[in-house]
T-cell receptor, first 112, second 112 residues
Framework: EDKVVQSPLSLVVHEGDTVTLNCSYE??????LLWYKQEKKAPTFLFML????IEKKSGRLSSILDKKELSSILNITATQTGDSAIYLC????????????FGSGTQLTVLP | DTAVSQTPKYLVTQMGNDKSIKCEQN?????MYWYKQDSKKFLKIMFS???????INETVPNRFSPKSPDKAHLNLHINSLELGDSAVYFC???????????FGPGTRLTVT
C-alpha cells in the first residue's frame, strides 16, 4: 500500500519567517509528486515534480524532489498571512497510474 | 469562469436515502475523479474515469457509483446513505492521468 507522511503536522510562524515542509513517500514505481495548497475549499495545484534535484519555483514558494531519499520539501520564504493553509503532498506511482495518494497535510498558520 | 464545478455545495439528508452529486469541468480534460475528504482531512481517491476506463478504489462500497453522461461530466450517485458517508466530496479533472489535477469546490454531505 502506498504511504505518504508529511511533517510537521502543524506549524505556527510569524509573517516574514521562512518555513520548510517535508513529505516522505513509499509508492510503487514512483512517477511524480504533486504539491497542493488547501485553504477553506478546494486544493489548488502548486507544483509537480518528476526529476530529482530540479527545483521548481513560483514566487516565494519552491520545491525539490529527492528520489533517492523518497522525499520532497516545500519551502516558503517571507511568509504572509495569506500563506495560511493546509499543504498537501501527493505522490503518484505507476501501480495506480491515475491515482494520487495524498498525505494528511501540514497545517501552516502565519500570524501577523 | 469556473473550471471545475460541483452541485450542490451542501447536502443534508437522512440515512437510507439515495442522492447524487454533479460535477462539470470546462477545461477540456479527458480524465475526471472523485475524492472523499473525511473529518481528519485525508483526501482519498474513490474513482478515476476517462472515456475508456473506470478505475475504482477497492475500498469504496458498491453503494457509490460514478455516472458520466459525457467527457465534461462525472456525477456521483450514492445509494442507501449511511452516517459514515458524511464527508466533503471533491471532483477533479486532468488532461490525461499523468498531469496535475484541478479540483472543484467540494460538496459537504451530512447524513443524519
Amino acid at each position: 500500500e502506498d504511504k505518504v507522511v508529511q511533517s510537521p503536522l502543524s506549524l505556527v510562524v510569524h509573517e516574514g519567517d521562512t518555513v520548510t515542509l517535508n513529505c516522505s513517500y513509499e509508492v510503487t514505481n514512483f512517477r511524480s509528486l504533486l504539491w497542493y495548497k488547501q485553504e477553506k475549499k478546494a486544493p489548488t495545484f502548486l507544483f509537480m515534480l518528476t526529476s530529482s534535484g530540479i527545483e521548481k519555483k513560483s514566487g516565494r514558494l519552491s520545491s525539490i524532489l529527492d528520489k533517492k531519499e523518497l522525499s520532497s520539501i516545500l519551502n516558503i520564504t517571507a511568509t504572509q498571512t495569506g500563506d495560511s493553509a493546509i499543504y498537501l503532498c501527493a505522490p503518484r506511482g505507476s501501480g495506480s497510474a491515475r491515482q494520487l495518494t495524498f498525505g494528511s497535510g501540514t497545517q501552516l498558520t502565519v500570524l501577523p | 469562469d469556473t473550471a471545475v464545478s460541483q452541485t450542490p455545495k451542501y447536502l443534508v439528508t437522512q440515512m437510507g436515502n439515495d442522492k447524487s452529486i454533479k460535477c462539470e469541468q470546462n477545461l477540456g480534460h479527458d480524465t475526471m475523479y472523485w475524492y472523499k475528504q473525511d473529518s481528519k482531512k485525508f483526501l482519498k481517491i474513490m474513482f478515476s474515469y476517462n472515456n475508456k476506463e473506470l478505475i475504482i478504489n477497492e475500498t469504496v462500497p458498491n453503494r457509490f457509483s460514478p455516472k458520466s453522461p459525457d467527457k465534461a461530466h462525472l456525477n456521483l450517485h450514492i445509494n442507501s446513505l449511511e452516517l459514515g458517508d458524511s464527508a466533503v466530496y471533491f471532483c477533479a479533472s486532468s488532461q490525461q492521468a499523468r498531469y496535475e489535477q484541478y479540483f472543484g469546490p467540494g460538496t459537504r454531505l451530512t447524513v443524519t
